[in-house]
């Protein structure tokens, strides 16, 4: 019969391996076009979830943690912090972008993947973002987005502060004279 596999236990201290920063940053990496794919399915049927912003943090610190392969570093949670932002951002972005793509489409008689390159669909898809009855969605986008990661970043963050030291230790009794007791 087969034996469970054992884990490795995680070092810490000055036996733990150098965290790799470049190469955490690169997996983590990894969640940028997933959630931007993700948000573009649930907004074209009309949702703007939370959930997407949770899985883009949580998959962003994982795959993180996995890839530099140390300890957790404030840097790693800067990284993490940023890559899930600049995926929210870009997936609201994007979500404008699905919904223009069929007017344009049957306006231009261009295919979606011409759309995509064309840099005139790109021009009215931002003039469409600053738009101001689009505020509403704006505001619900960055709520929901907040609501979902925000668990996610402060537990990054929260990884990162070093250890409480433990009880502290009593000074010792002097004697009269100054000195420490005799046992």
Same mark, same amino acid.
């Given at each position: 019969m087969p034996q469970p596999a054992r884990q490795q236990p995680v070092l810490t201290g000055p036996d733990a391996p150098p965290e790799n920063v470049q190469r955490g940053v690169a997996l983590a990496l990894i969640t940028l076009p997933a959630g931007i794919l993700l948000w573009d399915v649930l /907004?074209?049927?009309?949702? +703007? =979830?939370?959930i997407v912003a949770f899985?883009? =943090? /949580?998959? *962003?610190m994982r795959l993180y943690r996995i890839g530099s392969n140390g300890p957790f570093s404030r840097t790693g949670a800067i990284a993490v912090l940023v890559i899930t932002v600049v995926t929210l951002v870009l997936a609201y972005i994007s979500g404008f972008a699905v919904d223009l793509m069929p007017s344009y489409v049957e306006v231009t008689g261009h295919s979606v993947i011409d759309g995509l390159v064309d840099g005139n669909f790109w021009a009215q898809a931002l003039s469409h973002l600053g738009d101001s009855r689009n505020i509403p969605? #704006? +505001? #619900? =986008?960055i709520a929901f987005g907040a609501l979902g990661c925000v668990r996610i970043l402060i537990g990054a963050f929260r990884s @990162?502060?070093? =250890? *409480?030291a433990g009880p502290a230790q009593p000074a010792p009794? #002097? @004697?009269q004279d100054g000195d420490e007791p005799k046992a």
């Open positions: /907004w074209s049927f009309g949702f +703007v =979830a939370s899985g883009i =943090a /949580w998959g *962003a969605s #704006l +505001v #619900l =986008a @990162t502060r070093p =250890a *409480a009794r #002097l @004697t």
